[in-house]
């Protein structure tokens, strides 16, 4: 028998108790530490809550002003240069997301802190205006959504996205999207615009067929069927669109590869990404809490699936092997997408951003002349 210490066994103590509960629409249960903030947090964001006043803690909308708006990404694992969030957290909840460890930096949890203190950038389209009237700047495509979802809850109520998609029209600058959410659908006059003129693409993320399955892993975000709709308008008003299977999980959300891109093929999509989960940082506690709470009958088996495709271990920082995993399952994972894009004609063409409508400040003052 092996011996642990009184702290893992407190520990498994109060999971074991926190197990018998799960909090609606939210996909962490608990508050892990931050490792920036020298305070001891309760893992359980509830404690003190009686039960049935458990939707107690609802999501709160903080706004903040930061000083730039763009980030440049250093990650050859990504196909773009730059990112833009407008939003820091994510109402979306999904559980596997790596953002989560992200905010930590801004004081919070990655647990429910991430999907319930959201940080507003009410500033970011004026940020974005005056970078694209730089003279420093040189045109290159901006993805929306490289670390938070750019069309979560929130942009229903502040519209900060709509708002970036104008500047980007109005300086007719190359931009990105990746969502999860049929609320993209609201800024078709603007995305139609800029297709038109080749500066658009957008990605949907979809990685499974069942919704059963998405309510758990994903409870804030829109459904299946809304989202595979969502897919179809946007192609059917010519705007690029590709489809992000990710992240695919052993054991949760493998079995339907071949069904999710047959589907995926009858809409139009000829674009189809996949990336293998890992779980950096916190996000490894959080994903095995949510684990044993949805799935105790097989929790431990995705965790060991997940370990195996990550040299032993679910965290994985290794750059051109983070995001695809190795060893026997990641390749059976693989050959299914290579057999299902053969059978289903997925060609993977990239679209190309047209660069030569941006001009920069001394461009346009110079064709007035």
């Not at 950038?121 to 009237?133: E, V």
């Not at 990336?275 to 959080?286: A, F, M, P, Q, T």
Request: with cysteine; net charge positive; aromatic share 8%.
């Amino acid at each position: 028998m092996s011996i642990i210490s009184s702290f893992q066994l407190f520990k498994m103590i109060q999971l074991q108790v926190l197990n018998n509960e799960k909090l609606k629409g939210r996909g962490a249960y608990i508050n892990t530490p931050n490792r920036f903030v020298n305070e001891i947090r309760d893992l359980d964001p509830y404690n003190g809550f009686a039960v049935e006043d458990r939707e107690a803690i609802k999501t709160d909308y903080i706004e903040v002003f930061p000083k730039t708006i763009v980030n440049k990404v250093e990650n050859d694992d990504v196909p773009f240069d730059y990112s833009l969030n407008p939003y820091q957290g994510c109402e979306h909840g999904c559980t596997y997301c790596y953002a989560r460890n992200s905010h930590n930096y801004w004081g919070y949890s990655a647990g429910l802190d991430f999907e319930s203190k959201i940080l507003v950038k009410k500033n970011a389209p004026q940020l974005l205006d005056a970078l694209l009237s730089s003279k420093r700047w040189k045109a290159s495509t901006i993805m929306m959504s490289g670390n938070t979802d750019c069309y979560q809850p929130a942009d229903a109520q502040f519209q900060i996205t709509r708002e970036l998609l104008k500047v980007f029209l109005k300086h007719k600058h190359p931009v990105s999207i990746l969502t999860k959410n049929s609320l993209i659908l609201r800024d078709m006059d603007i995305i139609t615009q800029l297709q038109k003129l080749d500066l658009i693409s957008v990605a949907i993320s979809i990685n499974t067929l069942d919704d059963k399955v998405r309510q758990k892993l994903e409870p804030r975000t829109s459904s299946i069927a809304k989202r595979l709709e969502t897919v179809k308008t946007l192609i059917e008003h010519h705007v690029p669109t590709s489809v992000l299977v990710a992240p695919i999980i052993p054991g949760i959300n493998d079995i339907d590869i071949l069904p999710l891109v047959k589907k995926l093929s009858s809409l139009g999509v000829r674009s189809i990404h996949h990336i293998i989960v890992r779980l950096n940082g916190d996000v490894g506690e959080i994903f095995t809490d949510w684990l044993t709470r949805n799935y105790p009958d097989r929790g431990q088996k995705v965790i060991n699936k997940i370990k195996n495709m990550h040299g032993g271990v679910v965290s994985d920082s290794r750059a051109g092997i983070r995001m695809k995993g190795e060893g026997i399952i990641a390749e059976m994972i693989h050959q299914q997408f290579s057999l299902a894009k053969k059978l289903y004609m997925i060609d993977n063409k990239p679209f190309k951003f047209n660069m030569n409508w941006y001009k920069g400040p001394k461009e346009l003052q110079l064709s007035l002349f």
